[in-house]
């Protein structure tokens, strides 16, 4: 079995065993990883087949994705000193484009699919302030897993009516 069908088994029976903790236990762990991205997302969008309540999903799974971003902060608040005497001159273009651009540039990566552990670690080393990276993130992250939960609530039941196949 590979290392994405453990995982799923081990998300889905932590949902199944836990409900709503799983899934913000899940978006968190599956967040936290520094540019190796987990299938949460789909977890997100079949947790229909489990009964789950797709608003309070996509708000649980956002609050987890968004806590679990801070590890790429604190990756990059750590490595500051080694980057900025490595990087000088992209140091200060990120430090500026941090300060004019900060919050909704940490807004839109963490809304779409685009690499946001790699806006985390910038947001770290250029020390831009925790509470609205967070708030950011959490903003982009919520509305991202609304929008897949209430998906999955609306085409899950049709996955399931036409294919005669459960997805838990």
């Known amino acids: ?34 540019l190796l991205p987990f299938p949460i997302y789909l977890i997100i969008f ?15 799974a956002g609050i987890g ?11 990059g608040y750590g490595g500051r000193k080694l980057l ?3 990087y000088k001159k992209w140091f200060r273009i990120a430090e500026k484009w941090f300060k ?5 540039t940490i807004f839109i990566f963490a ?12 947001g770290g080393m250029t020390k831009y302030e925790i509470k609205k990276f967070f708030l950011a993130s959490a903003l982009g992250k919520i509305i991202l897993c609304l929008l897949i939960a ?4 609306l085409i899950v039941p049709y996955f399931k009516e036409f294919t005669g196949m459960l997805v838990w």
């Open 100 to 104: 004019k651009n900060g919050f909704v």
């Open 84 to 86: 900025k005497k490595k």
């Open 111 to 122: 809304l779409t699919p685009l690499p946001d552990d790699i806006v985390g670690i910038i």
């Open 46 to 60: 079949f947790s229909e087949g489990l009964g789950l309540n797709p608003f309070l999903v996509g708000i649980i």
């Open 1 to 34: 079995m590979s290392f994405w069908q453990n995982f799923f088994l081990f998300a889905q029976d932590w949902i199944v065993n836990f409900s709503y903790l799983g899934i913000f236990l899940v978006s968190l762990i599956g967040t936290s990883t520094i």
């Open 65 to 75: 994705s968004a806590l679990g971003e801070a590890t790429g902060y604190a990756l």
């Open 150 to 153: 209430y998906s999955g609530h």
